[in-house]
């Protein structure tokens, strides 16, 4: 599950728990659920988590787009949904609590609300769209299909070919 930290007996701030309640859509106790998988996740209980305390996860860690994840979830702006920083390098990746509770908001609620299928679409194609510029070019088309392939049995001609097939002759926005 992570850092085991089942000798963290630091409690959730009240000030903390009060703004997160108020500027997110999670409740006081999924707040307090986070607050306690996050110090499972701190190992070294440092206050906040890098990117090998979220590689403790066995589902996450398994995931060949790991790395893309973390800094597409822990460095975007919840408010608009783009990326925060274009040249953010995995090992200067530190996430505060709230961060972490923000970061995760955007994704929390039902997908009838407006604005939860846009959110998805849009961190989707920021995965893509790793150096964020707002398109989606061949190359990080090829850049992902070699990644999931792991170069297993699909030669690099045919990924360049389904990077061709999927940006549809143009660079998509």
Known sequence: MGGGCSTCN???DE?????????????????????TRFQNLDNGKKGFLIPSDMMEISKFRANPLAERLIITIFYVDKSTIEPRNHSIKLEDIKVTFPHFVESFDWFHGSDEHPHMTMNKVRFLFNIFDIQGTGFIKIMQIYELLE????FSSTVEDKLWSISEENIYGYEAK
């Open 10 to 12: 630091s409690s959730l």
């Open 15 to 35: 000030v903390v728990l009060t703004y997160l309640v108020s500027n997110t859509r999670f409740s006081r106790n999924m707040v307090k659920s986070l607050w």
């Open 147 to 150: 990644i999931l392939s792991h």
